[in-house]
């Protein structure tokens, strides 16, 4: 009978041969061989992950991060398998023709056609699940739509902002886009009158947990645990965090699952701002979030950085599953029983579309500074400079970006980036949010 060159196999042919194996230990040659594929790039994998490889093979959205670093120009596998001894290269060609994989490979043909065989099996697991995917979606998925309805009132939406562009980071390997906005009407100064009815609209949803009646809410509730969340020290900019909650929900239909806002209620925190579930082309991301509002753009990029590098799944030397950073005992406090049991169902990667690696969705606030003295100019001139300007912080914003992203080794993460100018964002965010729920004593740092 014919054998299947999948993963499993490959790491049973290949497991006493590799040149650079210090044992014999089977996860050792699949992450020898996870390595040399895509010549370093790919994060180190979990013991549990890489031993549910080694038994059962890759999972689809493995297969897919896997497959965005393999270089189509070079044969970076097969130069590492050529390394192997003639005789044992000889042995392992025998070992196909038994198997029936090949009657005419030889040992010189062996490390291609290896690395064939790998490159086959990784596309084969990402389509065939993903054709299945489009013909019937599971009942899981199904389910997981009706729990997670989108919870930001955005109908007003188009009316407060504008979007002037929207570019790709291109050093981000996985989906990504970076959206520059202004405030209508495109004038400076800003007019801020319709952000604040927006926020106010959208600051229960935020704020307040899926499983809460909003009728069993009421402003002053809901104001009250904002200033305290906001004196508690925790949060940099309130406005910012609103933002990233009612941009993700729009822009992406990124559907929250719970903000650090909600949960301090309970004497908890999370490293991110807030985490929220994307079904991107049929893959479920987990998406955390972040902002910040700072006078300065560049100040601003280089803080957020800061942030991400202290998120739990940056600080660890090995991969964190992204479905690892949700905590249940969030979810079973803020759902229903049927409803989290139904939520953390669908995101088990081996039986769902999940993407195994965290996605970030962040919002940059800045001041803006046109190179023009708008003053001199009419109102349709000056719209011209205020959106060529936003356009020309786009650029700063995409380089500057890219540079950390893969100086950070963050390339197969998602980036959802939402930029928008103030004033002064410092002060213009303090001072929304004061109107919004009162006077409070800013505790963040910026």
């Given at each position: 009978?014919?054998?299947?060159?999948?993963?499993?196999?490959?790491?049973?042919?290949?497991?006493?041969?590799?040149?650079?194996?210090?044992?014999?230990?089977?996860?050792?040659?699949?992450?020898?061989?996870?390595?040399?594929?895509?010549?370093?790039?790919?994060?180190?994998?979990?013991?549990?992950?890489?031993?549910?490889?080694?038994?059962?093979?890759?999972?689809?959205?493995?297969?897919?991060?896997?497959?965005?670093?393999?270089?189509?120009?070079?044969?970076?596998?097969?130069?590492?398998?050529?390394?192997?001894?003639?005789?044992?290269?000889?042995?392992?060609?025998?070992?196909?023709?038994?198997?029936?994989?090949?009657?005419?490979?030889?040992?010189?043909?062996?490390?291609?056609?290896?690395?064939?065989?790998?490159?086959?099996?990784?596309?084969?697991?990402?389509?065939?699940?993903?054709?299945?995917?489009?013909?019937?979606?599971?009942?899981?998925?199904?389910?997981?739509?009706?729990?997670?309805?989108?919870?930001?009132?955005?109908?007003?939406?188009?009316?407060?902002?504008?979007?002037?562009?929207?570019?790709?980071?291109?050093?981000?390997?996985?989906q990504n886009a970076i959206h520059a906005f202004i405030l209508k009407p495109e004038l400076f100064p800003f007019s801020y009158k319709k952000l604040e009815k927006i926020v106010m609209l959208n600051i229960t949803n935020y704020a307040v947990a899926r499983g809460v009646e909003r009728n069993e809410v009421t402003g002053f509730k809901v104001g009250q645990l904002l200033r305290n969340y906001a004196k508690s020290g925790i949060p940099q900019n309130l406005l910012g965090e609103v933002l990233t909650y009612v941009f993700l929900e729009h822009v992406e239909d990124a559907k929250k699952l719970y903000t650090r806002a909600e949960i301090s209620?309970?004497?908890?925190?999370?490293?991110?701002?807030?985490?929220?579930?994307?079904?991107?082309?049929?893959?479920?991301?987990?998406?955390?979030?972040?902002?910040?509002?700072?006078?300065?753009?560049?100040?601003?990029?280089?803080?957020?950085?800061?942030?991400?590098?202290?998120?739990?799944?940056?600080?660890?030397?090995?991969?964190?599953?992204?479905?690892?950073?949700?905590?249940?005992?969030?979810?079973?406090?803020?759902?229903?029983?049927?409803?989290?049991?139904?939520?953390?169902?669908?995101?088990?990667?081996?039986?769902?579309?999940?993407?195994?690696?965290?996605?970030?969705?962040?919002?940059?606030?800045?001041?803006?500074?046109?190179?023009?003295?708008?003053?001199?100019?009419?109102?349709?001139?000056?719209?011209?400079?205020?959106?060529?300007?936003?356009?020309?912080?786009?650029?700063?914003?995409?380089?500057?970006?890219?540079?950390?992203?893969?100086?950070?080794?963050?390339?197969?993460?998602?980036?959802?980036?939402?930029?928008?100018?103030?004033?002064?964002?410092?002060?213009?965010?303090?001072?929304?949010?004061?109107?919004?729920?009162?006077?409070?004593?800013?505790?963040?740092?910026?």
């Open positions: 009978m014919t054998r299947v060159a999948d993963f499993p196999y490959l790491v049973a042919l290949l497991n006493p041969y590799l040149p650079d194996a210090t044992g014999t230990s089977r996860a050792e040659t699949a992450r020898l061989l996870l390595e040399h594929v895509t010549n370093g790039q790919i994060h180190d994998y979990s013991d549990a992950s890489i031993n549910s490889f080694v038994d059962k093979g890759l999972s689809r959205s493995a297969a897919r991060s896997i497959l965005g670093y393999i270089d189509k120009s070079k044969a970076q596998l097969s130069e590492y398998l050529s390394e192997i001894g003639d005789d044992q290269l000889t042995l392992i060609a025998n070992q196909l023709k038994k198997d029936g994989l090949s009657r005419d490979v030889y040992r010189g043909t062996v490390p291609t056609f290896l690395e064939k065989c790998l490159v086959i099996n990784l596309k084969d697991i990402a389509d065939r699940k993903n054709k299945r995917k489009q013909k019937k979606p599971t009942d899981k998925i199904s389910e997981q739509v009706e729990v997670l309805s989108k919870t930001v009132s955005d109908k007003e939406f188009s009316t407060v902002f504008n979007e002037i562009a929207v570019e790709k980071v291109p050093t981000v390997l996985n209620n309970y004497s908890k925190t999370i490293n991110s701002e807030g985490i929220y579930l994307r079904n991107s082309e049929g893959i479920l991301q987990l998406i955390l979030g972040a902002s910040q509002l700072n006078d300065n753009l560049q100040d601003a990029i280089n803080s957020l950085i800061s942030k991400l590098k202290t998120f739990r799944n940056n600080k660890s030397d090995e991969l964190i599953i992204s479905t690892d950073l949700i905590d249940e005992s969030i979810l079973d406090a803020q759902y229903s029983n049927e409803d989290s049991k139904k939520i953390l169902q669908v995101l088990i990667p081996e039986e769902n579309n999940v993407d195994e690696i965290a996605s970030y969705g962040l919002f940059i606030g800045y001041r803006f500074k046109p190179n023009e003295n708008l003053d001199n100019y009419n109102s349709k001139e000056a719209k011209s400079i205020c959106k060529q300007t936003v356009k020309d912080d786009l650029k700063q914003v995409i380089s500057q970006l890219s540079k950390e992203i893969q100086s950070n080794k963050w390339q197969k993460s998602s980036f959802y980036v939402y930029m928008l100018p103030f004033m002064s964002a410092e002060k213009d965010g303090d001072r929304i949010m004061s109107n919004i729920i009162g006077g409070y004593d800013y505790g963040g740092t910026k």
